[in-house]
């Protein structure tokens, strides 16, 4: 739209000229889009409260951009707030310069327009024109909302409309951020033996640099670890966690697990509470190691490594909301209410029950109890670990059945309608469990049962985009009268106990898995079509795993470890 207006208004400007040159007359440019005044005048005409701002905004030859067509948020300062804010740096507006004028007003400006309807706690979507993000915060003050800003101001007045954008005003300036996530945690005492741990190993340099040359290092984000962090668990001191991680004597040492350690509390880019909760892992700067992260919406915690592996829940650690959203220069630095630290493991299996998810154990009348349709949705929120193609019609439908002669594991499992024509959903994209990094073995388990006697369907698997060697079919079941060991070789196993032909896991192929995280198994209809299509898990299984074929599963939740 901003396009669109700039190449009318080059157009308009253009005619306009054209009528100058024949006319000699001047034509007078309307600057505003609506009645409303624009910011620097609506400012300008109240004098009791903003003469201090506007002789800023001149000061800095701000005036005619904020006084003309544009979309901005202006988080303006009172008078009240301009004089303390001179008071405490002992100058004068006449004493600054047009260039400090014009940091100070960027820091207060973004480019687009945000009334408070858009804020939450935590960062505002859009960087400030002096390229820093600012935070909010949402209280409550006798009944109302009171809205902070950097937790260095309170919105006084909210929501000033005016024809170029939004005007908040604040009863205190802002500060921008003046040291870099290196200085920002050298200075304070808490964190001085991560200081120590960060100046050996080399990171300090890292973290300390403006401007880096290095896209992907411009900005950094970091879980600091407090000296109490360290004493909780058992380190008195310094030379206690250098004596503990430094193994090769060499702390600069890549392979070193001091440099492995502070490394992992690195993460590339300027990640804020809500972007670090927005996904479910981030890269660090330790080699193809990540960190996971979760939300607890009824506590409001943010949650690093908190996992469950194996089926065992692995608990997290939490980033502290009062005392994180640090902004520096060159990042963000957030503090840890403990230790972090890398977890070491090897390749193991991961039998996955697909139909186990957040959303259908949240819905306790249902959950191993009954049927459960989720219908399609396009924004893909309902099931946040699956998704599928919600332009053609159909749900999902968590099945659960207690008949003993139905082998389904835990007797819970998915039915999705599929098909290659549009009136149903062509693909399915669900989320795995967390894998450890190594080679695996991917095998898709199902129920065999068509629609009718010609239904097929056809479909192919990628693993985060990679594809997997061989198709598959819910219309094909195991052939029968094979050995465990001839039907293996070919591909197939029965996974379930008491074993059936019907209840089959054909094996996809192998994946590397680059990262110890999350990752997306993508099934898209290659042809054909189907609506009985019952998936009940997958496994991935490392592919020097003892076998490939035991354990098996029970509807009651057990496992059958019996050799085959």
């Not at 996992?307 to 829940?313: C, K, L, S």
């Not at 219908?375 to 749900?395: E, L, Q, R, Y």
């Not at 997958?538 to 496992?559: A, D």
Request: negative net charge.
């Amino acid at each position: 739209m901003k396009h669109l207006i700039h190449t009318l208004t080059v157009i308009l400007t253009g005619l306009l000229l054209l009528i100058c040159s024949d006319s000699c007359k001047k034509v007078q440019i309307v600057s505003s889009t609506t009645t409303d005044v624009n910011i620097y005048s609506y400012l300008k005409e109240r004098p009791d409260s903003f003469s201090q701002i506007t002789t800023l905004i001149e000061k800095a030859g701000y005036t005619a951009f904020l006084d003309a067509y544009g979309a901005y948020t202006f988080f303006v300062p009172s008078n009240s707030a301009m004089s303390l804010y001179f008071k405490n740096i002992n100058k004068t507006i006449d004493q600054l310069q047009p260039a400090d004028a014009q940091a100070l007003l960027k820091l207060h400006l973004i480019q687009d327009t945000l009334n408070t309807s858009s804020f939450t706690d935590g960062k505002l979507p859009i960087p400030t024109m002096l390229g820093q993000y600012l935070i909010t915060g949402v209280g409550n003050e006798g009944g109302s909302a009171l809205y902070t800003v950097n937790r260095q101001a309170d919105i006084t007045q909210p929501n000033v409309t005016c024809a170029n954008g939004v005007i908040h005003v604040l009863d205190n300036v802002l500060k921008p951020a003046t040291l870099t996530v290196a200085q920002m945690i050298e200075q304070d005492a808490r964190y001085s033996m991560f200081t120590q741990a960060m100046k050996e190993t080399g990171f300090y340099d890292s973290l300390n640099i403006v401007n880096n040359p290095d896209s992907d290092r411009t900005f950094l984000t970091l879980l600091a670890q407090s000296d109490q962090n360290f004493i909780d668990s058992g380190f008195a001191n310094y030379a206690a966690v250098k004596a503990h991680f430094c193994q090769t004597g060499n702390p600069k040492d890549p392979t070193d697990s001091l440099w492995l350690f502070v490394a992992y509390h690195i993460l590339p880019k300027a990640l804020y509470l809500a972007d670090i909760i927005s996904a479910q892992s981030h890269p660090t700067l330790a080699p193809l190691e990540v960190v996971t992260s979760s939300y607890v919406a009824a506590t409001q915690t943010a949650l690093i490594n908190d996992d469950i592996f194996n089926g065992v829940h692995e608990n997290g650690v939490v980033l502290d909301r009062a005392t994180s959203d640090n902004t520096c220069t060159n990042g963000v630095v957030h503090n840890a209410d403990a230790l972090i630290t890398m977890r070491i493991r090897v390749p193991t299996p991961v039998y996955w029950d697909v139909a186990d998810f957040p959303e259908i154990r949240k819905l306790p009348l249902y959950f191993r109890r009954q049927n459960y349709t989720f219908v399609a949705d396009p924004t893909h929120t309902n099931i946040k670990t699956i998704s599928w193609d919600a332009t053609s019609n159909g749900g999902l439908t968590y099945t659960y059945t207690s008949s003993p002669s139905q082998n389904y594991f835990w007797g819970e499992y998915i039915v999705i309608g599929m098909s290659s024509t549009g009136n149903r959903p062509a693909w399915l994209q669900l989320t795995t469990p967390l894998i450890v990094k190594g080679k695996y073995n991917v095998w898709v388990c199902y129920r065999t049962q068509k629609q009718s006697s010609s239904s097929n369907i056809q479909l192919q698997a990628t693993f985060d985009g990679q594809a997997l060697q061989r198709t598959f079919s819910f219309t094909t079941g195991m052939p029968s009268g094979l050995s465990t060991g001839d039907a293996e070789a070919l591909g197939w196993k029965e996974y379930s106990s008491p074993e059936s032909t019907n209840w089959c896991g054909r094996l996809l192929g192998s994946v590397d898995v680059a990262t110890t995280d999350v990752h997306t198994l993508y099934i898209q209809v290659h042809s054909g079509s189907n609506s009985t299509n019952n998936l009940n898990m997958i496994h991935f299984i490392p592919v020097n795993w003892p076998s490939q074929v035991v354990p098996r599963f029970v509807n009651n939740g057990t496992l059958d470890y019996t050799n085959f």
